[in-house]
């Protein structure tokens, strides 16, 4: 009954396959392989558009690198209060950009929306260089409430962004997912909606390590490689990563990853709607679920071997405060769940109310 | 009419004095010198005990010289979301901390207070090394609404920050002028209180330009030369900072600038109290006066020659919202403010009011 | 004819099989998963000790993240001048450490010695907080003149080191070759020799990417953590770099890998030094070969596909100068170089030199 | 007698007057008043030419911010081994490019030539993104060893680095007695040479604390208020800079100032010529005299009261090497050296050798 995280598994046998095959043979270093080479042709076709990708080994690596080609040192960027890039990365933006800064500005919303921008333009001062300059806006899809922004209200953000001289980035650790609920291209909710770089991530969807970078204006791009390199995220056998795309991107491997999570996440949302001490605090848009359950509950699923998380409080809607017997919890699904993980789970739960009565 | 800031004199004449005074002779450089020397000894009965005490020439070099002390790179800082060190100097925290974070935490209060602390705690994160740890409360005396917090507020808050394990930083770029307005002793608000550096700005009240940064807890001040020096903080002619201090010190000489300062500012508040579009958004503490007003007034004023500033809307009081035809705009007095400068203005206010009619 | 460098090649079958086998099943992520407790567990066994260890994917994370956990930002490190982390990690260790400084100290000689260290100190000021501290000496082992040092030499430069109050780091990105030619035991040339820190890389030894930085004194590790996560260097699948070094340690197999590698080099330089055009520049000690060689060979045997690289002249023992028509090589050999491509290699020169006739 | 430094003096009269003279009245602040207005007309007459100009208190922030202008964080600088940026001030160079690196290139040269450029470029590798990228060299003037670069060797240098692609940066800390000595315009020695940015110090010359970075070529300064707003180098009373430039520039007031210094230089060094145990290391182009003696000599000069300072052993010229009873020292004179001082220093010497026979 594995709920923690979407990496808390292995990879997927195709990807791990692909990985044995790259494995043969001399290559270039420093990700300038045949391999790589590969990956980064499949990923212009994934997205329909030329590209500058770049591969790094994790999502807080891909996030901060992306986020420090669009900023100066005394600059912004601004981002959804629960935002990876500024609840679960440590000070990693400040560092990769020199001391830049990160700013939260939804407040308790699920999405971003426009007038959060508008809000932030209007009480903020303007008076460089003692005020900052916002650089930036960064995305979250699927978003930390496990919600999923459709192309509209993407391209909605991005323009409202973009008129306010802000560049976009999309933190895609769970891009997968979300793509495979909207059912829209991959181009539908990154370019054509008007974001101007990717964290793409593979690892949360069936990959072992492996995120790309993707700018979609290359222009943005002129400085990576030397932030990659003195970072130290420049991996010599760079075959490592080129092989995990190209074998999640093969006959849309990514998609039947992410298509069981979200299917699995559907059933267990079902299940669960039949306790009604167990609560859902924001739709089930991919593949996690936010419950509020009873401290007691919690506490024997843990105890009969049930992994989740606790959930931080600011994760919670605009309103809603908790009791002390009440906790706020996440549940993930992953491309190996099963529906015996389900069944055992939601058991649990049901063994727990029937022994409260 | 000049009511922009008080940093938009010169230096008080007998501060100006001991300048040409301390001009004579050699000296040591780099602030091994009598002048320096004399002015740490004055501090010390100041606030009546022993110290690590540093000079700087801004406000922001104490600032964040005094947190980068307090917080490693991967910690972050709490302070009103009003504050200086997050509002107007740029990502100098970020800077001088190697890429730490500065995290408001008051919305739309004007005085931090111990709920905001709490909340916080509660509803962050938790999780190192994926959420950052937090290491120092900031408080600005006097506040940025202008307010001032009393000995009993201080000690409240900063027991509270220390039970959170948190160091307690002070910006006193107007320090001067809450300590005029309690009456009380520097220590009463300082080190009894629980501070544990503090900014003390005498640039604002008289000085030329000196800050000085005041440890309590000398332990804290164990990298400060090195920062100092690394930062080109480190003056060659010491005697600039030193003789500027001493005079400042010398006969309670910050205490009769701070007065005026303050006595000028309840005349103008008196003053503008009668006319009832002229709306006070603060109490007023010290030396500042926050208040909205027509857009007319505000312009007409600006074009007869008065020296003011709007302020930005994050400065408003919760709730308080401005129509499109009213402005926020702060004023200032300080110790060269005449009766002369507040007649006139007010009576610019009074014939811009009999003209509307 | 793969003489390009030591990270061409895949992982060795017995990692890989390893990798596979580790693929299986939920763990804990973010490094505290039982393959990186199994590869902990077997560093001890492997150096006699209880350590402080973390893994990461590059040498240059590796090294960079060890060196900021021994320095100040206001400090320096000192290297050979031709340490991997002054010359080919970008700024990546100023980076890390936020500003700290690498100096290096031996100019032209192969190995750092003890007289080193003393002009240093004998000829700069010391006159903090205006000159840096010195705070470390890096050592690279096998060097990058391809020079083993004897733990006899390592002592004595470590003694050294700790009487001027420096720690010492060892970059052992080839680790595993220095050892396998000295035949001592892993603690003879580290923690018993005085070294603090070792970057240990497996990478280049048969690994696909994983190198752990090992702490002989716990007390040096305690920021890393912080360091790691806020540089991204945090994988979520920990796995990946525990499978690996389980495999690598099991049954001396990382001895096997280098073993070979050595061999190969050796037999290389036997048949090189038949051609006197061809001339060995620093003693072979391991796996590289540094030599001199005509132009007109160089490009040859590169258009006959074989790969290597040509050298930096910093490279070079003092005293040599290259005419016009020379070029500096390295030839670096790894545990999968064939006799074939060796007797290919030399094919091709004895061909070369045939037709100058 | 003072010969410790030229910034151990306080400020010429004149100067001092001008800053009470700037003290009255209202100004804007930071940097928009009248005061830094005239300084920066009177600059463009000086230098001939139209400028960025920024006012800063020391000459570490002068040069930090000067080269973080001109270099991105995987770049570096270019200096002479003695250079101040390298040698004195801490790791400032690093800490405001955000870990860009500064490389010394002349070994025991008293200047810096063409052929050290030379070989750094024919000895280092050029593997981007592994090895850094070259940015700019910097300069000296007068130089540490108190030696003047000519107009001559200024255009040779300046034509080298530019054709290499380095921007060029001028410390002139010690401009002034550089210009004094060669009787040449101040465009002579900068633009006109090919300087792209100068750090101009008048605080070494008789100012109180005033230093100018003066760029040639505006486009550099782009980012120039942000670095210094967020550096804590932006003063709220600008009038300080302003005022000292004013009054120094006025009537060539810096060169009646400089030429004294000079000439007493000059007088020193002929009375120390009579004393064959003093003996001069390298020539006194400006106002500094390096000289080895006997210890005991330094002690009791010391002990007698004067002022001088022991100096690292990397200023001695190549091949220079000391007894155990010999210091290498300093002797700086300045725009207040006067011929008292120089009697009763030399006559000290007189009475040390008469008693030593």
């Given amino acids: 009954m594995q709920f923690g995280s979407d990496n808390q598994t292995g990879a997927s046998p195709r990807i791990l396959e692909m990985l044995v095959q790259a494995n043969d043979g001399f290559t270039h270093g420093y990700g300038d392989d045949q391999w790589c080479g590969r990956a980064t042709s499949e990923l ?7 590209l500058e990708v770049f591969f790094v080994a994790t999502g807080t690596a891909a996030n901060s690198l992306a986020l420090s080609c669009l ?15 500024v609840q679960d990365e440590s000070t990693a933006p400040e560092f990769f950009s020199g001391g830049g800064r990160i700013v939260p500005i939804s407040r308790r919303a699920g999405k971003l929306q426009v007038h959060h921008l508008q809000r932030y333009f209007k009480v903020q001062g303007n008076e460089p260089p003692h005020t900052v300059r916002t650089a930036a806006l960064s995305l979250t899809q699927t978003s930390e409430a496990g919600l999923v922004y459709t192309p509209e209200e993407l391209s909605i953000l991005c323009r409202s962004a973009h008129e306010h001289d802000l560049h976009v980035h999309m933190d895609g650790a ?35 390590a492996a995120e790309a970078v993707v700018f979609f204006k290359p222009d943005l791009a002129a400085s990576f490689i030397h932030r990659r390199k003195r970072s130290g995220h420049l991996v010599s056998k760079g075959r490592l990563f080129g092989a ?11 998609l039947d990853l992410a298509r069981h999570a979200n299917a699995q996440a559907k059933k267990l949302l079902e299940r669960l709607s039949r306790f009604s001490a167990v609560s859902l605090q924001w739709p089930c848009d991919a593949n996690e679920i936010f ?8 506490a024997f699923l843990h105890d009969s071997g049930a992994e989740f998380y606790e959930w931080p409080h600011h994760g919670l809607p605009a309103g809603v405060n908790l009791s002390d017997d009440e906790v706020f919890v996440r549940l993930v699904t992953s491309f190996v769940t099963s529906d015996e ?12 109310f029937l022994n409260q009565e």
Wanted: glycine share 8%.
């Fill in 44 to 50: 212009e076709k994934f997205f329909g558009c030329t």
């Fill in 71 to 85: 900023m100066e040192p005394w600059e912004t960027v601004l981002c959804h209060h629960q935002a990876h890039i």
């Fill in 174 to 208: 769970r891009f997968a997912t979300a793509l495979a609920a909207l059912g829209c291209t991959p181009a539908d909710i990154t370019w054509k909606a008007g974001v101007d770089v990717l964290s793409l991530g593979a690892t949360k969807c069936g990959a072992l």
């Fill in 244 to 254: 995990q795309f190209v074998a999640w991107l093969r006959d849309d491997h990514w």
């Fill in 291 to 298: 419950v509020t359950m009873p401290v007691g509950l919690s």
């Fill in 341 to 352: 993980q389900i069944e055992q789970f939601c058991g649990l739960i049901a063994e727990f």
